[in-house]
């Protein structure tokens, strides 16, 4: 089976030494998806389960704003301490918070879950610096498509336990008991950083992290790339907010009963929804290895683009509950792949030595407009109605292409064959 794996995403040539760093990866992404779980898989849920309006749900997104606004710390965790001490620390600190938000009214949305859920996002925001620094530096250039075919899985299969698993357990126990639960996860996840070898950064390019960063985007080249990465995926940050309560709200006519629609949630759009999107990944970092990033980028990105359709047509023509299962699946596999090219894009524009300051700037700008279009995400939905917004979504994605010419100089790999 493991043998297989390797043959799919094409790295069954590549030294053990390379399957070794793939396996370092697969955990150092799984611990990167778990608190993206809880917040994008499990608290939509579980807010619009206890009342809390569309707009409401939609507005939290702005307190994400953490992750495009970690690059103006990340010089802290390129220069100071070791990168799996970062990791360790945030991942106890968002225990702490899972073990403190049950006993929280949430209803009324009110300042103290708020904070938790502002700090819940910088402690993520802070360990994916450190991650995305770390894989960066682990990874060879002929290893990046694979890389990340299983970075994007790994991520996934955490949205699985961490946010499939809570919302399939929330039919059959409390959620006070759920998030004690999670919080004992985040605490294993934690210890488990300690396996990873150590990976050091030369002094020098800690000493220097503001020269590289200049040196790297201070020419007008910069431009294209940031606004290229400013739009490639605003059209998935924009559905984003919206899928799992459509799938409240559209669901509550197909199974009236709560256990069953929570039944339904936790299985197809979150758990079968997650692993598809693994399969994906997979299925994109294989087509970046034979196809190369520049194919991947714009042609898998297309695809998860048109998905956002696939919802649109199902509240417009009325399809039920199997129009709903065939649109989340297509949402989710086509997902997989474009996530997956956009990750090895990421990657392969950065220098490995600067790469803290480099992916964490990508990084915050690609989620600047997703996060603040995600909290407009409720507004668009209540005016338009669920099926305009969505075709909206799709609309949102088109710009980045024609910003590819320019893009593609920045992309460091062979010319085509």
């Excluded at 004992?184 to 390019?205: G, M, T």
């Excluded at 299985?267 to 929804?273: E, H, K, R």
Aim: glycine letters at 10%.
């Amino acid at each position: 089976m493991r043998g297989l794996l390797w043959k799919l995403l094409g790295v069954d040539r590549l030294p053990e030494e390379s399957k070794k760093k793939l396996g370092v990866v697969a955990l150092l992404y799984f611990i990167q998806g778990a608190p993206a779980a809880i917040l994008w898989e499990v608290l939509p849920v579980y807010f619009r389960m206890h009342g809390v309006s569309l707009r409401a749900i939609g507005g939290l997104r702005l307190l994400e704003l953490p992750y495009s606004l970690k690059v103006f710390w990340s010089p802290l965790v390129h220069r100071y301490g070791e990168r799996r001490v970062w990791v360790l620390a945030c991942m106890l600190g968002i225990a702490a918070i899972l073990m403190a938000l049950p006993f929280v009214d949430v209803a009324a949305v009110g300042v103290v879950v708020l904070l938790l859920i502002l700090a819940l996002t910088t402690l993520s925001a802070t360990q994916d610096v450190a991650i995305d620094s770390y894989s960066v530096g682990l990874i060879s250039r002929e290893e990046e498509g694979a890389a990340n075919g299983v970075r994007a899985s790994a991520y996934r299969v955490a949205l699985v336990f961490a946010g499939g698993g809570m919302v399939f357990l929330a039919a059959l126990l409390e959620w006070n008991t759920l998030f004690m639960l999670a919080s004992l996860l985040f605490v294993i996840l934690a210890l488990a950083v300690l396996a990873v070898p150590r990976l050091s950064l030369p002094e020098q390019a800690r000493e220097h992290w503001l020269q590289g960063f200049v040196g790297w985007a201070g020419t007008w080249r910069v431009i294209p790339l940031v606004l290229f990465v400013l739009t490639y995926k605003l059209g998935e940050f924009a559905i984003g907010p919206m899928v799992k309560p459509f799938w409240v709200d559209y669901g509550q006519s197909i199974w009236p009963v709560r256990e069953e629609l929570m039944f339904q949630i936790g299985l197809f759009p979150t758990t079968l929804g997650i692993i598809l999107s693994i399969a994906g990944a997979l299925a994109g970092g294989a087509f970046i290895s034979r196809y190369g990033i520049f194919h991947g980028v714009w042609f898998l990105g297309l695809l998860q683009a048109v998905s956002n359709l696939g919802y649109s047509v199902v509240d417009w023509l009325q399809l039920g509950r199997f129009g709903l299962y065939g649109a989340s699946m297509f949402e989710s596999i086509s997902g997989g792949l474009g996530t997956a090219a956009f990750l090895a894009f990421l990657m392969n524009v950065c220098q490995k030595e600067h790469a803290t300051v480099q992916y964490a700037f990508l990084s915050s700008i690609f989620s600047l407009t997703g996060r603040l279009v995600g909290g407009l995400s409720g507004l668009g939905a209540e005016r338009y109605g669920y099926g305009n917004y969505f075709a909206i979504t799709f609309l949102l994605s088109m710009p980045a292409y024609l910003l590819l010419p320019w893009v593609k100089t920045w992309i460091q790999e062979k010319p085509d064959g």
